[in-house]
Nanobody, 123 residues
Framework: QLRLVESGGGLVQPGGSLRLSCAAS????????ISWFRQAPGKGREGVSC????????NYADSVKGRFTISRDNAKNTVYLQMNSLKPEDTAVYYC????????????????WGQGTQVTVSS
C-alpha cells in the first residue's frame, strides 16, 4: 500500500518545539518533492513548507520563516519539519504530501497525502 504517515504532533506550550516526521510506505521518496500543509479549525488548508526531491531547494510560508526547518533523509525515506518558537496560531492539523520532483502550492497536483497529525500550541 502506497502511503505517507505523519507523526510527532502533540500539545506544546508557546515558545516550545516539535519535530514532525513524514514517512513513506510502499514507495521511495527519492524522486518526490514533499510539502507540509496545515489546516486550522474553521480555516482552509495552507502551505507551510516544501523541499524538492534533490533536497537542494526549500521554501517556507512567511508566517513560519525563521522558525520552521524542513529536511529530508532519503536513506530513512522520511521528511522532517522542525518547528521552533511555536505560537498559538500554529495550532492545526499538519499534513505532508508528495508530488514528483518540484514543489507546488497547488494541492491538487500532489499524488500522495498523509492522514495528518494534530499540533496544539497552548498554555
Amino acid at each position: 500500500q502506497l502511503r505517507l504517515v505523519e507523526s510527532g504532533g502533540g500539545l506544546v506550550q508557546p515558545g516550545g518545539s516539535l519535530r514532525l516526521s513524514c514517512a513513506a510506505s510502499g514507495f521511495t521518496l527519492d524522486y518526490y518533492a514533499i510539502s507540509w500543509f496545515r489546516q486550522a479549525p474553521g480555516k482552509g488548508r495552507e502551505g507551510v513548507s516544501c523541499i524538492r526531491s534533490s533536497g537542494e531547494s526549500t521554501n517556507y510560508a512567511d508566517s513560519v520563516k525563521g522558525r520552521f526547518t524542513i529536511s529530508r533523509d532519503n536513506a530513512k525515506n522520511t521528511v522532517y519539519l522542525q518547528m521552533n518558537s511555536l505560537k498559538p496560531e500554529d495550532t492545526a492539523v499538519y499534513y505532508c504530501a508528495a508530488r514528483v520532483a518540484s514543489c507546488s502550492g497547488y494541492m491538487g497536483t500532489y499524488t500522495y497525502w498523509g492522514q495528518g497529525t494534530q499540533v496544539t500550541v497552548s498554555s
